[in-house]
């Protein structure tokens, strides 16, 4: 499968007074085209960080590098602002968190989409106009054609999610970012909103990165997984090798702490510890401390980054050794 976003070595770090803190430590990435890839682990791992660094929406404080990014073909870690915007506006659309105050109150849900597509898509108001009541439409939204002079408030958490998700597609992006965009929503509306960006995925050949804490929803929506910790990728694998086959003890500690679907009843077990300040990084492993089955050397030297298939590579000096089925499958 060709690559649509290839990063490599990838490190930003924060100014913090006289401390730098590190919040992505040299990280490889690929995004695949058409596939929809999830970026799991704790709050704090960095997963945003790493996404903001590659689009150049981070504050002036902090510093980005990278050996190389590659979208679609074409270098641009090297690129001015002006050029990342556009890149952002065309080729890159990003949905964030919160659906309850990523909208201006004061516009309608319209003007927002009528906005991009003027300003990206070089459409005249009367047109765009039609094309945000499209767009709405598509998003699953009833009633698109009173919706479009409505406001915020007058929308549900949900609609206002899909509005979110309309202003991104008016772009007509290659890659679609999706930051936690669930969170803010109950389990209904989640449900919802994950079968609406799995069937746009596919209806736009889109690749989606979908960033989340949370393990039970990347099950039902990626193809492929990269877990993080502590600004750095601990494992990344197809679905099914991450559900039944981990190699990371954070990652089996992540699914340990998740309940069952398949109705067996069985205690949670919840991750010891927290997770590392990034004012206090370790100089090994960044999960020593809260692991399990760590050893002298682990405080000392950060593992080796090691493949166990075309699709699967683990940072562990353990994995690979003996049966690294998932616990809760024995």
């Given at each position: ?35 929809i890839?999830g ?28 050996d ?15 050029e ?15 659906p309850?105050?990523?909208l201006n ?16 898509r ?57 930051d ?6 109950d389990?209904t ?22 960033i ?9 929506i ?32 992540l ?5 069952r679907?398949?109705?067996k ?22 999960f020593a ?17 090691k ?12 994995a ?11």
């Amino acid at each position: 499968m060709d690559h649509l976003l290839d990063v490599k070595n990838l490190r930003t770090l924060f100014h913090d007074g006289d401390s730098k803190l590190e919040a992505v430590r040299g990280i490889d990435l690929t995004v695949q085209k058409g596939e929809i890839l999830g970026i799991v682990g704790e709050s704090g791992s960095g997963k945003s960080v790493m996404v903001k660094s590659i689009l150049g929406i981070l504050p002036e404080h902090a510093k980005v590098d990278a050996d190389e990014i590659i979208l679609d073909g074409k270098h641009i870690e090297n690129l001015s602002k002006k050029e990342k915007r556009g890149i952002r506006g065309r080729d890159i659309a990003m949905i964030f968190q919160d659906p309850m105050t990523a909208l201006n109150p004061l516009k309608k849900s319209g003007d927002h989409l009528i906005e991009i597509l003027i300003r990206v898509r070089g459409m005249k108001k009367k047109e765009a106009k039609l094309e945000a009541i499209e767009l709405l439409k598509m998003v699953g939204i009833p009633s698109p054609e009173k919706r479009v002079d409505q406001y915020p408030h007058e929308f549900s958490g949900g609609m206002r999610q899909r509005v979110l998700i309309a202003m991104a597609l008016a772009c007509q992006p290659k890659l679609l970012i999706a930051d936690e965009p669930t969170t803010a929503l109950d389990v209904t509306i989640q449900a919802q909103i994950l079968e609406l960006l799995k069937k746009l995925q596919k209806e736009n050949d889109m690749s989606v990165v979908f960033i989340t804490h949370d393990l039970g929803v990347v099950a039902t929506i990626c193809s492929r997984i990269v877990v993080m910790y502590s600004g750095m990728v601990m494992e990344e694998g197809l679905a099914e090798e991450i559900f039944y086959s981990p190699k990371h003890p954070y990652t089996k500690a992540l699914l340990n702490s998740i309940p069952r679907v398949d109705g067996k009843k069985e205690r949670l077990k919840p991750i010891k510890g927290s997770a590392p300040s990034l004012k206090n990084l370790a100089k090994g492993c960044p999960f020593a401390d809260r692991c399990e089955m760590v050893m002298d050397k682990c405080y000392s030297e950060v593992p080796e980054y090691k493949s166990f298939s075309t699709t699967q590579k683990s940072r562990c000096f353990l994995a690979g050794e003996g049966d690294h089925q998932n616990d809760r499958d024995s």
